[in-house]
């Protein structure tokens, strides 16, 4: 059984309409594609570079996280209500908890067989998203990622890969919750250079580029990169620069507005104050790559032009030989 790391990076878009720059750069909105393209995110392009990237991935359902937490975690759509009712407090726990996630899926056909951990937190980590018990190890909401990867995760595996043991593991998921809310906070997409990361989305990539080179680092020194496959993924992207954030009172290309309803926005005008007609869909456009030393040769260095939310789960389910049945394809069958 081949090990897989899957992290999910909360708000992280995987691509922009290509005609927005930022006013005053010749930079895009903070996003994968266009900032791999600028060379400013030498880890992620490494992956992107041998591996398997989707140039396009799209959420084409709820652009909430408790939304796309789920289609991360069970690779099919769901009704709204059994993901977010405006809130996160029950009844849609009770709906939510009617699937069952992969990971936990994974746990009963593999059993002993299997040894995962889960570094997440609330509401994660109920039933019907990245619920196994005995696998979570889970923190209060709102967290530090680097708290999460170096004190939590990282110490984890480094343990239970010690060869005194006879323990090795074979999946991991950590969930890295803070770019959304830079998202959230009206931040800029892009801010002079500062000493905090969180200043701006432009400053949070890079920063978040600094941490997959970490996990990189740690795979390369315990000699298991080649028998792991890394998958990366987002929920969702954001509002910026577009007909949503315009009515919402912004007057800048260059500030964040949440990724709320409507998710199919336009590119905005902002100097004639006007659509200029254009797709945008921020909140749409997420993140999906596949990596990693364990990626058969023949996928790497490839691209898939367009995939979707769900084609994240049934792809881990690929690599891992689980039987796991739900709406999405692999796209290592595209």
């Known amino acids: 059984m081949k090990r897989v790391i899957y992290l999910i990076i909360d708000q992280l878009a995987g691509h922009w309409e290509e005609s927005v720059r930022i ?9 994968v594609k266009g900032y791999h393209e600028k060379g400013l995110i030498p880890n992620f392009s490494y992956l ?10 799209w959420n084409k359902g709820q652009c909430q996280t408790p939304c796309g937490m789920k289609y991360l975690a ?6 709204e209500k059994a993901c977010y009712d405006g809130s996160y407090k029950r009844p849609w726990y009770i709906e939510s908890e009617k699937q069952m996630g992969f990971f936990e899926f994974a746990k009963r056909y593999y059993g002993e067989k299997i040894t995962a951990g889960i570094f997440s937190c609330s509401p994660w980590l109920s039933k019907g998203h990245f619920y196994v018990p005995e696998f979570m190890h889970g923190m209060v ?19 239970i890969d010690n060869p005194e043991l006879p323990l090795t593991w074979n999946l991991v998921h950590i969930y890295f919750p803070v770019m959304d809310g830079i998202g959230h906070s009206g931040a800029p997409s892009y801010g002079q ?56 009172g912004i007057e800048t290309n260059n500030r964040c507005y949440g990724h709320g309803k409507p998710y199919d926005c336009k590119v905005w005008d902002f100097e004639n104050n006007r659509s200029t007609g254009v797709y945008s869909g921020g909140p749409r456009r997420i993140t999906f790559i596949l990596s990693g030393g364990a990626l058969d040769e023949k996928y790497r260095g490839k691209t898939v032009e367009q995939a979707e939310i769900i084609d994240v789960i049934p792809t881990i389910a690929d690599l891992l030989d689980v039987p796991y049945e739900c709406q999405g394809k692999s796209i290592l069958h595209k």
Request: charged share 25%; hydrophobic share 40%; net charge negative.
């Open 23 to 31: 006013e005053g750069t010749d930079l895009p909105p903070a996003n």
């Open 48 to 57: 992107i570079d041998n591996g398997l990237w989707v140039k396009r991935p």
């Open 74 to 79: 069970t690779g099919s759509y769901i009704e």
């Open 141 to 159: 909401s709102g967290y530090a990622d680097e708290v999460m990867l170096r004190q939590f995760a990282l110490p984890w595996m480094e343990r």
């Open 193 to 248: 250079p500062d000493s905090d990361p969180r200043s701006s989305k432009h400053s949070y990539l890079l920063f978040l580029d600094g941490l997959v080179g970490e996990i990189r680092a740690y795979l390369n020194k315990a000699g298991i990169w080649e028998e792991t496959c890394f998958v990366i993924a987002a929920d969702h992207g954001y509002h910026l620069g577009c007909s949503v954030a315009a009515e919402a």
